[in-house]
């Protein structure tokens, strides 16, 4: 199965990717930028797209967010909790005192400004395509005073010496992923979360109110609402909702029934099942329960009396 990533290797997304065993045996495929992934993907070139998402300093990442949102028809088929480690490298024999610059991705760059303020105040901060793709070009260049903010893993692909290690602000540092499809809903696991989008009709007062009553009369759990402008106008914006349950539970269908109904438009962003080890510990406690009561039934129905039958 050939899934698309954000490249080049090295990466924290491929590290993720091929950490989650359930997915298989995958071929990863390197891409640029996260549209080049999620572009390959709606054009079949790959069977997925693998991409961060969310991370637990800087919250969503908008570059993916929008993305799913407003140019791309994709189907969210499952989520990936990876735990980030982001490290200083530079080249060999360079030392701290000579850092002037460093090379990283922005959303790794924002978990690690505490760190640049007390160690490297003043430094620049650059961006880059990827983590792997500062380490790659710090590797393959002459640069001096340049260090990288990246993986370890790019530090030994690239030829970099890690200068120091775990440099975010926070030790609970975590990204979620997720893999795309263009089409296809996981079937339910018993631990599932379903993304949806609420574009309004117009903008009133007691508009969010009124979506959120819907999951509230349900006593749908919300593990996630953020507001996001819609690209149309100054102060135009739609909300991203993640909840818990599936798409085949009746209660989560009948909601996103009566919001398609009151609303201007729902784009339905997938039902998939929740990632991280806790997720997997609710799926098997879930599977158990279910298997406990199934045979609770198959007792009960053992004693219904036949008309006819007797004893």
């Known amino acids: 199965m050939k ?10 997304s491929e590290e993720a990717l091929l950490s989650d065993s359930e997915l298989g045996a995958v071929e990863p495929v390197p891409m640029h930028t996260i ?87 003043g430094v620049e901060v650059s961006a880059a395509n990827s983590t792997a793709d500062a380490a790659r070009q710090l590797g393959r260049s002459k640069m001096s005073g340049t260090a990288a903010i990246a993986p370890a893993l790019s530090a030994r692909l690239y030829g970099l010496e890690v200068l120091e290690a775990a440099i975010e602000d926070h030790p609970g540092n975590q990204t979620r992923f997720v893999a795309v499809a263009p089409s296809g809903v996981p079937a339910p696991t018993g631990h599932d979360r379903t993304s949806i989008v609420c574009f309004q009709r117009r903008d009133r007062p007691g508009s969010l ?42 209660v989560v269908a009948d909601c996103l029934r009566d919001l398609h109904a ?20 609710r799926r098997r406690l879930a599977t158990a329960a279910w298997k406990r009561a199934d045979q609770w039934i198959a007792s009960l129905k053992e ?9």
């Open 3 to 12: 899934v698309a990533f954000l490249g080049p290797p090295g990466t924290f």
């Open 209 to 250: 109110h009124s979506i959120l009553g819907q999951f509230a009369a349900r006593s749908i759990n919300l593990t996630r609402l953020e507001s996001r402008p819609t690209k149309r106008g100054l102060g135009d914006y739609c909300f991203v909702i993640d909840m818990e349950g599936h798409l085949e539970d009746e």
């Open 262 to 281: 009151e609303l201007a438009s729902i784009k339905f962003l997938g039902s998939y099942p929740v990632g991280g080890k806790a997720g997997q510990l």
């Open 35 to 121: 549209a080049d992934v999620l572009d390959s993907t709606q054009r079949g070139e790959v069977d997925l797209g693998f991409v961060p998402i969310e991370n637990s300093i800087e919250g969503m990442v908008n570059a993916t967010q929008d993305s799913l949102i407003f140019d791309f028809n994709l189907l969210i088929q499952r989520e990936v909790v990876f735990d980030v480690h982001l490290n200083l490298l530079v080249r060999p024999r360079t030392s701290m005192r000579e850092i002037r610059r460093v090379l990283t991705f922005p959303v790794a760059a924002a978990q690690c400004r505490g760190y640049l303020a007390r160690v490297l105040p």
């Open 303 to 311: 004693q219904v009396m036949v008309p006819g039958r007797s004893g």
